[in-house]
């Protein structure tokens, strides 16, 4: 059983594009993640949403629009894709309630953008 | 805010070697320290994690130690095996409310382990 899981894993697009990229978990965490892997593989977080609420967003230009229907998803949307936008994006979740506790991560979608 | 710093950024041993990787963190607050492997196209996989309260932490192969004090950690892993190559990232927990984790990673440390 896959535990976080993100769809595409992978996405060629345009520039000026809109896209949207979708994560699911099935651990019963309430808390998950968006991480963007940079080409040097840098992981810098963008957003943190607990129970659907959004608690932490790290300066992310506002093209980035992330949306929790519940607790179990969060999916990112990307407006007017831009080429400095290529990276892999990594959905992550974490233990409900709980600080200081393993972050279990997607497998990644890898967004080329030209 | 946190800034973690990571070393090296490529290291290579020979099969059985032990190799460490060494990190350092700026946030005084940071209690909970994660490393993480990352095999090619795959997800970040935790394999080992220590919190501020305990100085040395060991799993098989594989010991962490933290240094509140000098705010560095390291990771050892010995009697490497070809199946160890691999990007490791250490990466320090810093506190906030609103519940769950904010990670701040290291740059990352290519691991190869050589026949």
């Known amino acids: 059983d896959t535990a976080v899981s993100q769809t595409p894993k992978y996405l060629v697009t345009q520039m000026g594009n809109d896209k949207s990229i979708k994560c699911e978990q099935n651990?019963?965490?309430?808390?998950m993640y968006w991480y963007k892997q940079d080409s040097k593989k840098f992981l810098k977080i963008m957003f943190s949403y607990n129970n659907k609420e959004l608690i932490i967003n790290e300066t992310v230009p506002n093209r980035f629009s992330p949306k929790s229907p519940d607790k179990a998803h969060l999916n990112l949307h990307i407006n007017s894709l831009e080429l400095g936008d290529s990276a892999v994006y990594f959905c992550?979740?974490?233990?409900?309630?709980?600080?200081?506790?393993?972050?279990?991560f997607g497998q990644g979608t890898r967004l080329t953008v030209v | 805010g946190e800034n973690v710093e990571q070393h090296p950024s490529t290291l290579s041993v020979q099969e059985g070697d032990s190799a460490v990787i060494k990190c350092t963190y700026s946030d005084s607050a940071s209690n909970y320290f994660p490393w993480y492997k990352q095999e090619l196209g795959k997800g970040p996989q935790l394999i080992i994690d220590?919190?501020?309260?305990?100085g040395e932490k060991k799993d098989q192969r594989i010991a962490v130690t933290l240094n509140k004090t000098a705010k560095h950690f390291s990771l050892h892993i010995t009697e490497t095996q070809p199946e160890d190559s691999a990007v490791y990232f250490c990466?320090?927990?810093?506190?906030?409310?609103?519940?769950?984790?904010?990670?701040?990673f290291g740059t990352g440390t290519q691991l190869k382990v050589e026949l």
């Open positions: 992550a979740s974490s233990r409900p309630g709980q600080i200081n506790t393993e972050a279990f």
């Open positions: 651990l019963g965490h309430d808390t």
């Open positions: 990466a320090a927990d810093s506190t906030f409310t609103g519940g769950g984790n904010k990670l701040t």
């Open positions: 220590i919190r501020s309260n305990v």
